[in-house]
């Protein structure tokens, strides 16, 4: 199983990116989906999530507002539009799955995790 995740780089503050996170060997349209993003030095930190069908999204109280999470179930594929950047956002984004449909915020909860993108926002 592989979750690839794509759309990073460099973006000046109050630009925007959108990530992508594409699966592949199986689909992953019965489970919750999420982002997480890891600064140097810093623990891995939740960002959103979204359940199966999207009928739930969750936001870190850090990005509520600026960042949107959305699913293409047909593509596999799972986004993560970030608007109104700041340099604090700069962190190396990952995408997981989860366990299960809901969408949780515990990283416990998320047993597929891809490789990441990294994401800089110079001030």
């Known amino acids: 199983v592989q979750l690839q995740a794509s759309g990073g780089g460099l973006v000046q503050a109050g630009g925007s990116l959108r990530l992508s996170c594409a699966a592949s060997r199986r689909t992953f349209s019965n489970n919750g989906m999420a982002w997480f993003r890891q600064a140097p030095g810093k623990e891995r930190e939740f960002v959103a999530t979204?359940?199966?069908?999207?009928?739930?999204?969750y936001y870190a109280d850090s990005v509520k507002g600026r960042f949107t999470i959305s699913r293409d179930d047909a593509k596999n594929t799972v986004y993560l539009q970030m608007n109104s950047l700041k340099p604090e956002d700069t962190a190396l984004y990952l995408c997981?799955?989860?366990?299960?449909?809901?969408?949780?915020?515990?990283?416990?909860?998320?047993?597929?995790w891809g490789q990441g993108t990294l994401v800089t926002v110079s001030s």
């Open positions: 997981a799955a989860a366990r299960a449909a809901a969408a949780p915020i515990q990283r416990e909860e998320y047993n597929y």
């Open positions: 979204i359940s199966w069908r999207g009928f739930s999204t």
